[in-house]
Structure formats: C-alpha cells, structure tokens
C-alpha cells in the first residue's frame, strides 16, 4: 500500500483532494437536521427548497466547514515544516508558545469583557508575540548550532510563561459566568466560526500556506541539518525565518478562531508521511488536503454523537492520541 502511494505521489495527491471533496459533502449533509444530497444541490442551484435548508447549510455548516478546512490544513502544514526545521518528530506547531499565548490572550479578553471580535483579535496578537519573544530569545543568546535548540527551549518557557498567566486568568474569573466560558474556549470548538473569520483568514492562508509549499524544496535540505545546508548554498537564518513566521501566523489565527486544538499538526504530517512519502514537495500540500479532511470529519463527530456538542479539542486527543503510539511502535521504519 506505501508504495502504490510513494511511487505515484501525485496520484496520492488527488486521491487526498477526492477524499476532502468527499468529506466536505458528507459534512454538508451530516447533522442533528440531515439534509439530502438533493436538498444541497436544489439550495445551491437556488431551487425552491425549505427555509430551514437553506438557514442551516449557509448559515451554520459552511463557515464550519470553511473553517475546519483552513485550520486543519494551516495546523498540518505547520507541524509538517516544524519537523523538518528542528530535525524532530516530536514537534508541533505549538512548540514555539503561540498556543499558549493566544490561550491567554483570548482568555484575559473574556475577562475584561470583549465582545468575541476582540478576543479572537487578542488571541492572534498574543500568540504572535509568544513566538517573537521565543525568537528573539534564541537568536540573541543562541550561537551556531545552538540556535535551533534554544529556540526550542524558549518556546518551551515562553509556554509555560503564558500557561500561568492564563491560570492566574481562571483563578480570578468569575466561576458563574467568565470561567465556564474560558473554559470551553480553551477546549476548542468551530461553533464559533463565522464568514468574517474565514474571510478574514482566507488571504493569510494562502500567503502562508504557498510560500510554506514554494520553499518545500528548501525545507528538504534543511532537515538534513544546517551545516549541511549552509554548504549548499541556503540561507539557513532567513529559511527559518520564513517558517517560523509563516507557521505562527496560521496556528495563531487557527487558534483566535476556534480555541486550542492538540494533535492536528503533530500527527497529520506523520500519516502524510507514511502515504506521499517524506519529500516535502509532496509532504507539504499533502498535509493541507489531509488535515483539513481529518479535521473536518472530527468536527462531524463533534456535533452528531451526543445529544450535546462535545468540545473538538476532546475529540482531537482521541483520536490522536492511540495513533501516535502507534508511531512510536513502529521503532525500525524511521520518522
């Protein structure tokens, strides 16, 4: 099966691009109100159709799927240039801090009493700056070699900074209304998700995601280390620049829209991997058409098991969690 998909990866593109154009119908119909294929088609086609199909399948599902498409793509393609960057299976798009510092920034928004435009607007900047003290941290103290580890470490304690900030937040929030609220936004969820916000974010995911493809070639001989890369002619510091700015900017909107979603960016660019192979040519735009489709069918589950809404952070981990242990079993095939 891994060589049908390696030997033909443009082939396994398509069929990846087929399967979020599936999933993207089923998504269409899929709900607590199920709508028919011939319902859709009669509601695009602007066809007499019931108020009711129109309302919930312009109204409520396809700024979701809109969204769950570009987040799930945009945290994807993140981790994906992450790995390579840092050299590190284990990485994902959160390791600089940008989740943990849109968390806070959306968290001391609810506080002081936002409306959701503002919080979400917090969330971005926030997470945006996590990653420039992160970056700054390890380009001004890092030397060398050193720099890729420091920027790992920074990212690691510029994260745990504006995780307790964000606990200092809950602790003082007010635990009838304020606190419940933060705490559903922390766990994730599209229900949120609006028009403007995928309008808003669609000409940031296009930048980003096509400069993250256009250097894919670049990211290639840059996970075979920086001294080998500098020998062939690339500026590794602006290369890590460009990715480093490209991935915050997506997992910083991704989180201000739909709150902190684990497990996307560090699992989707691994089952990417075992299909297309590890040529970041193909990993790259893969890991867009995959994790917006895995994303997508998540927050399907989310709003059709229960009778309630389960949060897609919570799903997510499910799901995620029993794959990567998988990964770690298979110890003699590599990252």
Partial sequence: MNNFWRTKPLRGLLILLLALVGST?????????????????????????????????????????????????????????????????????????????????????????????????????????AVLI????????????????????????IGSLFQSLLSLVRYVADTEQKLPEITFWLMGSLSRATYTDVLVMLPLFAVCIITLIIISGRINILSLGEEEAKALGVNTRLLQGIIIVAATILTAFSVSICGMIGWVGLVIPHLTRMLLGPNFKFLMPGSVLLGGTYLLLMDDLCRSLLMIEIPLGIITSFAGIPFFIYLLSRKDKGW
Wanted: without cysteine.
């Fill in 25 to 129: 119908l089923v998504s269409l119909m899929m709900g607590r109100y199920y709508i028919s294929i011939g319902e859709i088609a009669r509601a695009f086609l602007h066809l007499p159709v019931h108020k009711n199909v129109t309302q919930i399948l312009f109204e409520v599902r396809l700024p979701r799927i809109f969204a769950a498409l570009m987040i799930g793509g945009a945290l994807s393609i993140s981790g994906a240039a992450y790995q390579g960057m840092f050299k590190n299976p284990l990485v994902s798009p959160d390791l600089l801090g940008s989740s943990a510092g849109a968390g806070f920034g959306a968290a001391l928004g609810i506080l002081i009493s936002l409306p959701m435009p503002a919080v979400k607007l917090m969330a971005f900047l926030f997470g945006l700056a």
């Fill in 134 to 157: 992160t970056w700054l941290l390890g380009t001004k103290i890092g030397k060398g070699d050193n720099t890729s580890f420091l920027l790992i470490l920074g990212g690691i304690l």
